[in-house]
């Protein structure tokens, strides 16, 4: 079914626990891309011709597959993009550009990724705006009780991740969305990782903007979305000029196209983009109670193995039996991550080492970089003892 | 010693020894065990060698002409990495080192069965090793030597600000610069001269032509020596400062100031 797990590297069979970076294609993936690029390759919205209303049928349909996909109130509120990274740039720039002026706030939490930080500096920069930030605790979990000291009349919006790309833990994102609304503050979640775990409601969680990418659901690389309320992006400048994003186009003025192609300038990741079809039901069929339950018992196996080892510190501690998801991301007390990384890779093991896009989260740890082993459901049990014997093995080499 | 390319052939012949490359990894982590403690103090930002995921510290100094280099990694097989070149390359001279094309790294296969970031990191290791290399070899490049000729032709105009107190001549057209030197990193070393051992401003005009050197914008630093070896005599002196002189009437043993 995900035809690259089926591969040895260095000659061992791979165990891909790097699915937080990226998720492996299943094959139905792969062929509706084969076959947009075989069959439909054309472009969309525009000519009359066969190939092209198949195309513009594929890449429209996908947004209502997406909008049913996170219960968004309309399809205007779809955006596609190139992943997570372009649609927070979006909000950061457009939204930016309509409602940040100099001296207003915007908040970020320690724990995001660099796509959740990076642009919003950028925006602050440019506006004379000030970043505040919410700290995480010791065990990795936001200090959620400091959020409304931090949130003043000034504060233009909040940005948070549903879930911490090296923690694990599930922020709380609707209580803080209810608390920000009560001022009246938007909220921004980024759910990269979010979206794989557990998905979202973006109306029952009532965020202003959630952004997410197609690689870890699943789809092709190069696939985004971002979800906004359309009373937002109604009000928020275009953030790219070009064809499609527009009605009309005199030197005199040009008038811009109404939602959601305003913020689809240019020829779109076509061949692509309705990967998301196929990606969705496989997620959708990944569900199933019992593939679920079988995915709980292969990650409370790791976080017992691996939390039972006196020399792991293990970075994102859960608090319930329901708050953390299948990532691990830990240090050996002396083995450096990266030795780690180097031996498991010889050993077949696909993890990750590093900081991982988020350097102020290693510096909040005092800790240099983290090894980190990300599942998704089609990894086995069999697979993570494998994992525990061959990290064990490369402990051993090092110390 | 032995010879360069004896040390990269027995390296690459450690290498051959193993078939696995857990185990060359094992003959790795043993090599990072064993490099030679390296100072705490010297862990420093500008010791830290950039595009390393790990940090990686190299030191260097220059001792008899030959260059050798201590590092330090927080990660042990890049260490084993850091301590295989220094064993390489360590006590060797900055002229052969920098001549060197280090493709022996690329003939034990080191470089493929890395990690991107840290073949990036190896490379990083190679260019710092060759830059300080480069920088300590005397030999000059084109462009080096195209970088240094308007330098050495305003430190000669500088030096020509300084006189000798008793004689209307400058200390250059007098003949008391005995050498000029000016390396890459564009430090100046002058070994100069006076007529007579016994000149009582001697110290000024030493501290005269050091602080005119030194002030030649790109000049770095400006070490100046004196010397007697060999004695001033005033054959010395160059064609303007004969003319200047009218060296008719132009007695040295008057003029020994």
Known sequence: MLPALSQSVHGKPLVYFDNAATSQRPESVVEKWLSLVRGSNANIHRAVHKLAVDATEEYESTRDAVKEYINAASREEIIFTSGTTASINLVAFSYGESFVSEGDEIIVTEAEHHSNIVPWQMLCQRKGAVLKVLGVDDEGHLKIEDLPTLLTDRTKLVAVSQISNVLGIKNPVKEIVKTCHSIGCPVLVDGAQGIVHGGVDVQDLDCDFYAFSGHKLYAATGTGVLYGKKEWLDKMVPYQGGGEMIATVRFSGTTYAPLPEKFEAGTQNINSVPTFKPAIEFAELLQDKDIQEYSKQVSDYLYTALTSNPRVRLFGVPRGTEDKIALFSFCVDGAHHEDLALILDKLGVAVRSGQMCAEPLMDRFGVTGMLRASLAPYNTIEEAEYFIKSLERAVGMLI | ?257
């Open chain 2, 1 to 257: 010693m032995i010879s360069l390319e004896e040390a990269k052939k027995a390296v690459i012949d450690d290498f051959s020894m193993y078939d696995e490359w857990l185990d060359k990894y094992e003959y790795l982590i043993d090599l990072g065990k064993n490099l030679e403690p390296y100072p705490e103090e010297e862990k420093t930002e500008d010791r830290l060698i950039k595009g390393c995921q790990s940090r990686v510290w190299l030191n260097s100094r220059i001792e008899g002409g030959r260059l050798f280099f201590r590092a330090d990694s927080d990660a042990i097989i890049t260490k084993g990495i850091i301590s295989l070149l220094i064993g390489v390359y360590s006590g060797r001279t900055p002229e052969e080192i920098a001549g060197d094309d280090f493709s022996f790294i690329n003939e034990i296969g080191l470089k493929e069965n890395l990690s991107p970031t840290r073949a990036n990191g190896l490379v990083s290791m190679i260019e710092t090793i060759k830059a300080i290399a480069k920088e300590n070899s005397t030999i000059l490049t084109a462009e080096d030597a195209a970088e240094l000729a308007p330098l050495y032709d305003n430190v000669i105009m500088a030096i020509k600000q300084v006189y000798d107190p008793e004689i209307p001549v400058n200390v250059y057209d007098l003949g008391l610069i005995y050498e000029l030197v000016i390396n890459k990193k564009h430090e100046a070393f002058i070994k100069m001269t006076f007529t007579a051992p016994t000149c009582p401003m001697a110290d000024e005009v030493l501290a005269e032509v050091q602080k005119s050197v030194a002030d030649v914008p790109g000049i770095t630093a400006c070490n100046v020596e004196l010397t007697f070896e060999p004695p001033w005599d005033q054959s010395m002196l160059s064609e303007e400062a004969k003319i200047e002189l009218g060296m008719e009437d132009f007695d040295s043993s008057d003029q020994a100031s």
